[in-house]
T-cell receptor, first 116, second 111 residues
C-alpha cells in the first residue's frame, strides 16, 4: 500500500518551454500533496503544499506563477514549470498523505528535469 | 523553512558494523519519520514514531522518539552494502500541515 507514482521520470526540455509533472497516489486518497525540489547532495526543499480542491500554499521564495500546481482530484496533483530556464533544472519529488489514515507521507520516485 | 540538524553528515563504515545517527530540532514535534533515499529515487519511509520515548524496530533498523520531543535517533545493526544511501529524518507538528526535513546522513558501507 501507499504507492505514489510520478511521471515522467526524466524530461529534457528547451529553455522557454513548459513542462508538466504528474503525481498520483495509486492506492489511497491523498488529501494533501507536497512538492519538493532537491539539489545534488542536498536535503529536500519544500516548494508548495496542496490540498485537494483548493489553491496550493507556496513556500517563501517560490514563484507561484512559475510553478503552477493543480490538485484536481484526491489521487492526482500536477506541477507545471512554466517558461523553464536552465536554473530550473533539478530533481522534483512529490509526496502524498491521507490525513484520515495517518500523518505519514509517501514519496514518488522523483522527476529529473533538465532544461537546455 | 525550518530545517532539522542531522548528524553525522556522512559515515563510512565496514560491512557488519552498527550505525547510529541522530536528528535534533529547536522545536517540539508530535511525529518523527525516518526515510532512506537511493540515488535518483524518491525517499522511502522506514519508520514512523508517534509518541515521546517510543522505540520502534523495522528489521535491522531501530528508531527512537526522544523524550524531549526535540530529537530522534536511528540505529542500523549489522550493516550490509544495500544500506548505502542518504537517510533523512522528518518532524511534524499536528498544529501545522508540513513536515520539516533533516539535512541528511550519507551512509557508505565498505564490503
Amino acid at each position: 500500500g501507499a504507492v505514489v507514482s510520478q511521471h515522467p521520470s526524466r524530461v529534457i526540455c528547451k529553455s522557454g518551454t513548459s513542462v508538466k509533472i504528474e503525481c498520483r497516489s495509486l492506492d489511497f486518497q491523498a488529501t494533501t500533496m507536497f512538492w519538493y525540489r532537491q539539489f545534488p547532495k542536498k536535503s529536500l526543499m519544500l516548494m508548495a503544499t496542496s490540498n485537494e480542491g483548493s489553491k496550493a500554499t507556496y513556500e517563501q521564495g517560490v514563484e507561484k506563477d512559475k510553478f503552477l500546481i493543480n490538485h484536481a482530484s484526491l489521487t492526482l496533483s500536477t506541477l507545471t514549470v512554466t517558461s523553464a530556464h536552465p536554473e530550473d533544472s533539478s530533481f522534483y519529488i512529490c509526496s502524498a498523505r491521507d490525513l484520515a489514515v495517518s500523518y505519514e507521507q509517501y514519496f514518488g520516485p522523483g522527476t529529473r528535469l533538465t532544461v537546455t | 523553512g525550518q530545517q532539522l540538524n542531522q548528524s553525522p553528515q556522512s559515515m563510512f563504515i565496514q560491512e557488519g558494523e552498527d550505525v547510529s545517527m541522530n536528528c535534533t530540532s529547536s522545536s517540539i514535534f508530535n511525529t518523527w519519520l525516518w526515510y532512506k533515499q537511493d540515488p535518483g529515487e524518491g525517499p522511502v519511509l522506514l519508520i514512523a514514531l508517534y509518541k515521546a520515548g517510543e522505540l520502534t524496530s523495522n528489521g535491522r533498523l531501530t528508531a527512537q522518539f526522544g523524550i524531549t520531543r526535540k530529537d530522534s535517533f536511528l540505529n542500523i545493526s549489522a550493516s550490509i552494502p544495500s544500506d548505502v544511501g542518504i537517510y533523512f529524518c522528518a518532524g511534524h507538528n499536528r498544529s501545522g500541515n508540513q513536515f520539516y526535513f533533516g539535512t541528511g546522513t550519507s551512509l557508505t558501507v565498505i564490503p
